[in-house]
């Protein structure tokens, strides 16, 4: 049986600037890639209480939530507070998010709890069970809190409570506003390192703001030198008699700005300095009924921000009105048809949301605050007011629910609808829940959880891998802003609001495991058209995951629609890191290696790193060049070279070939450190020129660790290197622990059991070694590093419900963000690698040409191009169905074969072939 899966694509036209898009679109603006996620409108999204959210309209950043929050009668209730520990817990979630639920514990551990779950019922309607359990010998009397809130996009990530105030503009009729993010180009007469990788995914000149309209335009230093230019294109299908141009800006400086029009009108104007955002009056004349330029070129050095422009009439400029958006986040309530729902409706929404609970002691209370004490229980048994006035932040609608009685050894079910629509459509809903089987809503949505079919040895896993995909799937957050629209995005945890580049690469290669879709998607968030700016979305640690993404999914797909349609992205994001990129300074350095310092001060993830903390803090960044970096290019060079032997692109593959000899003549020249039998940064004297190996104390080689280790990724090392390294990684007390790879040498000076990363176990780079020991024959090894952290997951997550960060060597503990998914997520990986019948798994020399499976996945047919195996061996990872003993050929030839436990199975070659064909039979 062979899949193949469909790379899709969604294509939009970015709108016009006017937030209540009525106004014509003016600009011809190219079609974008969607970075948004296909999921729907209901889902887990908040950035505040945790349960479940409504996306009125994806363009708005707006976001409605329904929070519940189960506590003890006459007690504190603690608020789930999704940036907090808080009681609650991930629990399941289907990878379509047509169903997820929440544990909240009330009593730890699991004596007095509320399982909450979220179902679809249609595309307008969730259902909402909450089944308390009281497995304790004493009655409770428990409360349930439905608080509903609207919330309003931020002005940046990290703090969705700062709201954007933005301005909207009305206009007279014929008339038009041009956003300034809307041109056709811009540039900076002196291109700064950041010109083809705007951060977080902005645009070139990009800046957000209070008080603009729609929130963005352009600045970060537009107009600073002379010879700043900005091209709009524009198509007007009327006739304007007597226009005029009304341009809306602010100075960054006291001083005048000089620029030059072009195009539907030609002249220089002054700029009055302006610390608020005034118009300027350019008069143009007639305007015929056809399409026009306008090129906007700084002629002085006064930095600026443009907010846009608007063309109209020049006698109807008193109708231009701009304000301040008004936002009313206290809902007006309107009865349900039952005396246990009610209609909800906020101003700047059109849509309606209804709420209905099967309990009848219902009481609703308004707090007008933006963080909920946690007392607040209290104060509402213990007071009589309905209304809670602290501060004018926030509101919350509570929908309160009192009292709920549970016996000794007990559960008791309430269950409910959220909904949306008009409001005649709402309160029919509402009137006809009282007829729907909740119980089958809830099975039937519970259909979509993903379903393991797992060797014997798997299942004591199962429980820790729920945990973890409930927790990778449900960690999605919107609004995210970014390439001037709002999205719906996986976030490594609730705290990080915002794109990731490598933690998300990890999400995508985690997702992949239960979903390609989503695995996909997640890709597609991260790449850019080749026409588009930047050479793929940027935030944090430009460590290129997203390659590693592409290769998993391909050896799953095998999809050449996927391979089309991502490679060009691909080798955007590639030429930048290599430095092919005029803008980019990745590879300034002489002795050719690559540094990334410029785009962020982290190399490898890692924090704390010491030899990463000894080059910023002695300011070496612009000298010094980690060996990691550069190896990692090497191996995604090898990457898009297999790429481009599926898609015959011949001049590329001469470019890859001469690209990673380059590179790996430059690591072997420079770095590599036989007294330690690791890789160096590598110091350069003055700028450019190589010299030596960045010493700790000037005696030692400061990158004894998963850095230093890290060339035998890019599977470039001779047998010497190899030896070596393997060895450090091999060896308890130096690379090895009981927990895993230790992120620094456990010998080294400078091993620090007190870090974060250093004396730490994490899992992102346990993956990347765990693939190159594939690459290298040592299955065993590859073994006891993925089992190794199944079971440090396993205890861990069992113990506390919670998916950790990262894992101490000393207390065997885990530690870090309690609800983490994006560099934890290989656990996904290893387990279905050795554990999930139907996976085929190899290193990253392995380009999957074919595979299928028969029906009951008791054989096995593969074919496949191996890279870079000159007389070296290799392993191949297949797990089958366990009711059968296997017999594995190689191009025919019976090879030996490997049990783990049974159904996963090993099979390493260890013949010169650069083709194969792998047959696995039962027997």
Request: hydrophobic share 35%.
């Amino acid at each position: 049986m062979r899949y193949f899966y469909s790379i899709w694509i969604v294509i939009f036209l970015l709108g016009c600037s006017n937030p209540s898009k009525k106004q014509a679109v003016l600009t011809q603006n190219n079609q974008q890639l969607s970075h948004d996620l296909s999921f729907p409108a209901w889902g887990p999204y908040t950035k505040k209480y945790i349960g479940v959210s409504h996306i009125p309209d994806i363009d708005k950043g707006i976001r409605v939530d329904f929070s519940f929050f189960p506590g003890f009668k006459n007690k504190k209730t603690k608020a789930p507070n999704v940036f907090t520990k808080s009681g609650f817990h991930p629990w399941e979630a289907s990878p379509n998010l047509e169903y997820f639920s929440f544990r909240h514990e009330l009593k730890w551990k699991d004596r007095v709890y509320a399982d909450i779950s979220y179902s679809k019922i249609d595309s307008f309607s969730r259902s909402v069970r909450i089944e308390f359990m009281n497995q304790t010998n004493s009655q409770d009397s428990l409360v349930l809190h439905l608080l509903s809130s609207i919330h309003f996009p931020p002005i940046k990530p990290h703090n969705p409570e700062k709201k954007l105030n933005y301005a909207t503009i009305s206009l007279p009729e014929n008339a038009f506003w041009i956003d300034a993010l809307d041109y056709q180009y811009l540039n900076f007469a002196k291109e700064g390192h950041r010109n083809d990788l705007v951060y977080d995914g902005m645009l070139r000149a990009e800046v957000r703001d209070h008080e603009l309209i729609n929130g963005s335009a352009i600045g970060r230093g537009f107009g600073k030198n002379i010879g700043d230019q900005v091209v709009y294109k524009l198509q007007f299908p009327n006739q304007i008699k007597n226009g005029a141009l009304f341009l809306r800006y602010k100075t960054e400086k006291q001083q005048k700005a000089k620029l030059k029009l072009k195009g539907i009108v030609t002249k220089i104007i002054e700029l009055d300095p302006s610390e608020n955002y005034s118009l300027k009056k350019i008069e143009i004349g007639a305007i015929n009924a056809e399409e026009y330029t306008l090129s906007i070129e700084s002629k002085s050095k006064t930095p600026l921000v443009i907010d846009g422009f608007a063309i109209l009439t020049e006698g109807d400029f008193n109708l231009l009105k701009i304000e301040q958006i008004k936002r009313n986040n206290v809902p007006d309530i309107i009865k349900g048809p039952t005396s246990n729902s009610i209609i909800l409706k906020y101003d700047n929404i059109e849509t309606y949301y209804g709420v209905r609970l099967n309990h009848n002691d219902l009481e609703v209370r308004d707090w007008t605050i933006e963080n909920l004490p946690e007392e607040y229980n209290i104060e509402l048994i213990d007071s009589k007011k309905s209304k809670f006035y602290i501060d004018e932040k926030a509101h919350f609608t509570d929908l309160h629910l009192n009292p709920i009685i549970i016996d000794p050894n007990s559960s008791k079910v309430i269950n409910g609808i959220v909904c949306t629509g008009t409001k005649e459509e709402v309160y029919n809903r509402l009137n006809k829940s009282t007829q729907l089987n909740y119980d089958d809503i809830y099975t039937n949505a519970r259909q979509s959880l993903t379903n393991y079919y797992t060797v014997p040895g798997g299942a004591k896993y199962e429980f820790s891998q729920r945990l973890m995909e409930a927790t990778t799937i449900s960690n999605v957050v919107y609004p995210v802003y970014t390439q001037n629209q709002y999205i719906r995005h996986h976030a490594p945890g609730r705290k990080w609001d915002c794109l990731y580049t490598w933690d998300s690469g990890f999400i995508g290669l985690g997702l992949s495991q239960i979903s390609t879709e989503r695995g996909i998607e997640n890709l597609n968030a991260y790449l850019n058209e080749p026409e588009e700016q930047s050479a793929f979305i940027h935030h944090g640690t430009p460590l290129p995951v997203q390659f590693y993404l592409f290769l998993e999914l391909w050896n799953k797909t095998q999809s050449n629609e996927l391979v089309e349609n991502v490679y060009p992205k691909l080798k955007k994001y590639y030429n930048f890191l290599i430095g092919k990129v005029e803008s980019s300074t990745t590879s300034s350095l002489d002795s050719g290696l690559i540094r990334t310092w410029d785009y962020f001060y982290n190399s490898g993830g890692w924090d704390d790193y010491p030899a990463q903390k000894f080059v910023h803090k002695n300011k070496l960044t612009k000298t010094v060049a980690p060996a990691i970096s550069t190896a990692h290019v090497i191996r995604i060079a090898k990457i898009m070279q297999m790429a481009a032997h599926q898609l015959n692109l011949k001049e590329d593959l001469l470019i890859y070939e001469k690209d990673i000899e380059q590179l790996a003549n430059a690591l072997h020249k420079y770095a590599w450190d036989e007294e330690t039998g690791y890789y160096g940064y590598v110091n350069h004297k003055g700028f450019g020129q190589s010299n030596s190996i960045l010493k700790y104390n000037d005696s030692i080689n400061f990158n004894m660790g998963l850095g230093g280790a890290s060339p035998i990724i890019a599977g470039i090392c001779d047998d010497n290197q190899t030896y070596k390294i393997v060895s450090h990684l091999k060896t308890k007390g130096e690379i090895w622990s009981d927990m895993g790879l230790s992120t620094i040498d456990q010998t080294a000076p400078y091993y620090n059991k007190k870090g974060y990363w250093n004396g730490h176990v994490w899992m992102p780079h346990q993956w990347f070694f765990w693939k190159s020991m594939l690459d290298l024959g040592e299955d065993d090894f590859a073994h006891q590093i993925a089992i190794t952290a199944l079971d440090v997951w396993k205890r861990e997550t069992e113990k506390s419900y919670n998916c950790y960060e990262y894992f101490s060597i000393e207390t065997k503990k885990g530690k870090g963000w309690h609800q983490f998914s994006g560099l934890s997520s290989p656990v996904m990986s290893w387990f279905n690698a050795y554990y999930q019948v139907g996976n085929i798994t190899t290193g990253y020399d392995i380009w999957i040409k074919e595979k299928s499976f028969n029906d009951d996945f008791s054989e096995l047919e593969a074919s496949m191009k191996i890279y870079n195996h000159k007389n070296k061996p290799f392993s191949i990872i297949v797990c089958l169905n366990p009711d059968y003993n296997y017999k594995a050929y190689w191009n025919d030839k019976e090879v030996e074969l490997k049990e783990f436990n049974k159904g996963s199975l090993s099979i390493t070659i260890k013949n010169n072939t650069v083709f194969g064909n792998l047959k696995i039979l039962k027997i």
